[in-house]
């Protein structure tokens, strides 16, 4: 590698590829967040896994006598994950380790990650076009 295009202002990520960059900012979100898997869970995970099993067991979100509404979308996607993989609480976490991952990656994958990072929270993405 030429040592004055290293020291460039455009410097090694202006030649990496976007999807090399997205995929290193990928994998070093979900591995930050990996490490708290098998932590206790939080009052609103514990609430959506009783609401998934009372969904699973008689079709409706339940938790004693009550009815749990609140993120039915992400309870009924719960219940569609258990039935692929085990009930387990580093399951039960996966899919919000591999959806922040890929927020947090959004920026860095070119236009349309940058456009949809400026939707999602009305900031410009870090690295725009590609």
Known sequence: ?????????????????????????????????????????????????????????????????GVYTRGWLYTTFLGWWFSLFDDDLVITRLPSALAIGQWVANPFSGPAGACSHAVETGKPGLMGPS
């Open 1 to 65: 590698m030429n040592s004055e295009h290293a020291l460039s202002p455009a410097g090694a990520f202006g030649v990496t590829p976007a999807w090399v960059q997205t995929t290193a900012v990928f994998a070093l979100a979900l591995s930050v967040f990996l490490v708290s898997l098998d932590q206790l869970l939080h009052f609103d995970e514990f609430y959506h896994i009783l609401a998934e099993r009372s969904w699973a067991a008689d079709g409706e979100m339940r938790i004693a006598e």
